[in-house]
């Protein structure tokens, strides 16, 4: 745990049902009216989002739809919304979906007023520089960019899937409506409600953890633990998907201002090499990797483990660690999270490509966070294993 943190959010965040219909309001208070609104295909023939542009209209508040967006979005998807952008005279960007649209948005803004190519912001770079402000509107509980300083862009010339920081990558201004949720299918609220306790997790055991992250940690953890089998069994539980929507964005809080590690670092190349969604990834790996690295922090882990429930105060650290491992393993099972085997990636495409995951894996710095740090053969080793 680090001694002292730099934490940032989104200055305005309001949360609650149907608070998506008051961009307008939210963006009059701002002193902005030319959004550039940046969606998916999918979500841009959905009633709420013609609902939002009426209401914009009515305020006098000319918007234009670019609704190019593809999930885990490259380089050249990012070029197009950039020259979308450099078509008006924007003073905004609103960023309406999951992670890809959020994270589309983040890089446009950021292109769009400053320039350059997606590589020479990504990692080891942090990015601070101001940009064209950017509006989150989430309408899956999962990936919390909403509220994140981070974005993640394929490189459409060498399939690397890059991590992005800074500031200039945080929205100035989240709406967090849960009612945006209800429809989600049972596979997409499975991976993006395990994307999220991963985030919760590693903030929490994070070599950069600290206690404000802590608290949002622990919090959002608890929450989705108890609420993401109901999401996942009983589609329309309002109550459960509000709970799981507010918990994502708190566990979004914690690791963007402590660190993701070695699931996330592992998870990317997987992304980018077989496009397996990245909350589908991630949860592919959580328990291989919480395995892993239990035994370099049982402390942590045994906390984690108590907070979901899955373990008694009267337990050892190491018991209560090993427990959470466990519970990992069933919660994948009861969501039907498949390995890279089921998922149907072949398997010598997958041996041949775990170099060359291993070594973007560790370049990402990721990793490095973890309560285990594990070098590139050991992270050749995991990859290996998880197709077993």
Request: charge should be negative.
């Amino acid at each position: 745990m680090t001694d002292t943190a730099s934490v940032a959010l989104p200055r305005i965040l309001r949360v609650g049902g149907g608070c998506s219909m008051e961009l307008a309001e939210v963006l009059e208070s701002a002193g902005l009216a030319r959004p550039l609104i940046i969606t998916d295909p999918f979500l841009a023939a959905q009633p709420f989002l013609a609902r939002i542009t009426a209401r914009l209209a009515e305020a006098g508040i000319e918007a234009e739809v670019f609704s190019e967006v593809r999930p885990d979005p490259t380089t050249d998807s990012i070029d197009l919304g950039v020259r979308a952008l450099r078509r008006g005279e924007f003073d905004c960007v609103v960023g309406i979906g999951g992670g890809s649209p959020m994270d589309t948005a983040k890089a446009v803004a950021l292109l769009g007023s400053r320039g350059g190519a997606m590589r020479d912001y990504k990692a080891p770079a942090v990015t601070d520089a101001p940009t064209l402000p950017v509006i989150a509107i989430p309408t899956t509980a999962g990936s919390g960019s909403e509220c994140t300083r981070f974005t993640i862009i394929t490189d459409s010339a060498t399939n690397e899937k890059m991590l992005c920081a800074g500031l200039a990558f945080l929205p100035a201004i989240a709406l967090i409506d849960y009612t945006l949720t209800m429809r989600m299918p049972p596979r997409l609220t499975a991976d993006t409600g395990v994307d999220a306790l991963v985030h919760a997790v590693e903030a929490y055991v994070s070599r950069k953890a600290n206690p404000f992250t802590d608290a949002l940690a622990l919090t959002a953890m608890r929450t989705l633990f108890a609420n993401l089998r109901v999401s996942y069994a009983e589609p329309a539980n309002e109550q459960a998907r509000a709970q799981m929507m507010i918990a994502a964005t708190q566990a979004g809080m914690a690791f963007s201002n402590s660190s993701v590690a070695l699931v996330h670092g592992m998870s990317r190349p997987i992304g980018a090499h077989f496009h397996v969604a990245h909350g589908l990834s991630n949860a592919m790996l959580m328990p291989t990797i919480t395995a892993y690295s239990v035994d370099a922090a049982p402390d942590r882990y045994a906390t984690c483990a108590r907070t979901v429930g899955v373990a008694s105060a009267d337990m050892t650290d190491s018991q209560a660690a090993r427990r959470l491992v466990t519970a990992l393993h069933d919660l994948n099972a009861d969501l039907e999270v498949p390995g890279p085997r089921r998922y149907g990636i072949p398997e010598d495409s997958w041996r041949e490509s775990i170099p060359v995951m291993a070594k973007q894996a560790k370049a990402s710095g990721s990793p490095d966070n973890n309560p285990r740090v594990a070098s590139i053969a050991e992270i050749e080793d995991l990859y290996r294993s998880l197709w077993k």
